[in-house]
């Protein structure tokens, strides 16, 4: 510290680094941003804590991350990940064809949980008249995933994965074998740094290795066609010309997040 003795007063120790709460969940670390939170890490999550603990968080580890920054505003950003409704449209050339079926012809939700805060939502997969590539053949073969507990509670045959989406800016999907996370940080009103990490249980040999492999490029793919319509959605909000927007039942996870964010605005937490 040039010029030490210029400070009146002054202690070094009263200017170290400041000590902040930290906790884990699931294996996973969470920081907030004071040294003694009203609440503890498990009362915030609350019924998530309830339903996601001892789920298949705890065997899965971080096998790939990726961050992007894009020209959206982070709640804009992060309403594509609340929903199944895109996925006929966005997904169409990717996931559609697996998760679409006759019986799901617009990937109707199994299940949708809203909490005071979060909410999970539960998609379907199991297309039985899907026809899969050699490359999703191969996969298929070396990579299923089974039923596990604290998820699906529906117990739905085609369960694929739950969503799970924590106020104000984390979701994780959950599925048997795998998950994916995502850290939305606003850096600006219309810009926000995303921040994705896949999860996945150890390979046992390389067949395993090669599909999970496969299924984490399926993965980030398949986010770029979500990004991908992110920052125009933005651009039409910006432009101000359109300023309503009907929202489904299948998306009533959006409302129910603006809602939070209302109540938050309003001094209601
Ligand atoms: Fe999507």
Not at 210 to 239: C, G, P, S
Request: charged share 20%; glycine share 8%; hydrophobic share 40%.
């Amino acid at each position: 510290m040039p010029g030490e003795v210029q400070f009146l007063d002054f202690d070094k120790r009263d200017y170290g680094l400041r000590a902040l709460a930290l906790d884990t969940w699931e294996k996973l670390i969470f920081v907030h941003p004071s040294h003694a939170p009203a609440q503890s890490l498990r009362e915030w999550l609350g019924e998530v804590d309830a339903n996601i603990a001892g789920g298949p968080l705890t065997s899965l580890t971080p096998s790939a991350r990726f961050q992007a920054e894009v020209a959206v505003n982070w709640k804009v950003f992060s309403d594509a990940f609340c929903e199944a409704y895109h996925v006929g449209m966005i997904h169409r050339r990717g996931i559609a064809g697996s998760f679409i079926s006759p019986a799901n012809p617009h990937c109707h939700l199994a299940g949708i949980r809203l909490y005071r805060h979060h909410s999970i939502v539960s998609l379907l997969g199991g297309n039985p008249n899907h026809k899969p590539t050699p490359t999703e053949l191969f996969v298929g073969k070396f990579g299923g995933g089974s039923y596990a507990k604290g998820i699906n509670p529906e117990r739905h045959p085609s369960w694929n994965f739950d969503t799970v989406n924590v106020f104000p800016n984390f979701g994780i999907y959950i599925g048997a074998d795998f998950a994916d996370s995502y850290n939305f940080w606003p850096i600006a009103a219309d810009r926000t740094v995303w921040d994705v990490v896949i999860y996945q249980t150890t390979a046992r040999n390389w067949s395993e290795a090669a599909a999970k492999n496969y299924f984490r490029v399926f993965v980030r793919d398949t986010l770029r066609e979500d990004v991908n319509t992110t920052e125009a959605t933005q651009q039409n909000l910006k432009a101000g010309i359109i300023t309503r927007m009907p929202l489904s039942q299948q998306e009533v996870v959006l409302r129910h997040r603006y809602n939070v964010v209302e109540r938050w605005l309003e001094g209601d937490r």
